[in-house]
């Protein structure tokens, strides 16, 4: 009888050792993993009128505007008959930003032209005499934020210490503290945002209790006449318009498209309300030209 060699023993032993040390597989571990990610492929939202993958839209997005970010506010101009302006100096008015007794620390978010930022500033000094207060201007698409450090050049807040530039996702605010703002701003973007729940609850989660949510966006038009050649100026002339303008008909349909997409004031209302925002007293929003635009606030409560 034979004894087996030492090195026979060995390889045997080496080869009980290997197979202790290979990684371990779950079936069901990787069948959830994949089933989560079906899930999530077979989430959709809307891109204007098209439905789509949760997963592009913010890629599709970022195509629009980084196709129009030169050309974005000349666009707005056309667009509205220049009543942008109006409707932003009003916002801007509405929410009195600034304090001559505490700073504040604003969030102005898809802000990247800076338009509202130049003008909370220039309200917080002008009237509040505020000299303190700052804004952090956010935008996910770094097109607009350098067409907005852009204009900032030619404003007095370029080198004030009072303006500040981030390139983040709205509804991943991961790089802002919890309740670390005064007051958080959306003028015309949050109707292009993915999840607007989610960003919704990112805004309630940075602001300090009594902080303020303000959104400024297109909303829905009451009366049906009035409506019915809104509708015709919107989906005849924009489109044609950034076509001529800036040599894009497919980014100006889509934002057309968006604007019908979005939810209605009251819908708009309750959906802040739900997030967990005191709105204001009355209807919580505050109609502009009849419904075209909105302005819609809510409130963080003080614990």
Known sequence: MTTPKLWQ?????????????????CFSCSLRVSQEQAKQDARTTHFGFENVPESEKEGRVNKVFSSVASTY??????????????????????????SPTAS???????????????????????????????????????????????????????????????????????????ESIDLYTVAFGIRNFTNKNTALREAYRVLKPGGVFACLEFSKVGNPLFNG??????????????????????????????????????????????????????SGWENLMGGIAAIHKGVKPVR
């Open 9 to 25: 023993t060995s390889s045997r032993l080496s080869q009980r050792h290997f197979a202790l040390k290979q990684p371990y597989r």
């Open 73 to 98: 506010d000349t666009m707005n101009d056309y667009m509205s008959l220049y009543t942008h302006r109006l409707w932003k100096d009003h916002f801007v008015r509405s929410l009195n930003p600034g």
């Open 104 to 178: 504040q620390t604003i969030l102005d978010i898809a802000g990247g032209t800076g338009d509202i930022a130049f003008r909370i500033l220039q309200h917080a000094t002008a009237i509040n005499h505020d000299r303190a207060s700052k804004v952090i201007v956010s935008d996910i698409n770094p097109a607009m934020l350098a067409e907005g450090r852009k204009r900032s050049l030619q404003t007095e807040w370029s080198d004030s210490g009072r303006l500040e530039w981030l390139e983040a996702n709205a509804e991943d605010l991961s790089t802002i503290a919890p």
């Open 229 to 282: 050649a809104y509708k015709r100026w919107s989906f005849g002339a924009i489109p044609l318009i950034g076509q001529l303008v800036a040599g894009d008909r497919e980014s100006y349909q889509y934002l057309v498209e968006s604007i019908e997409k979005f939810p209605g004031q009251e819908e708009w209302a309750g959906m802040i309300e739900e997030a967990g925002f005191m709105l204001p007293e009355g």
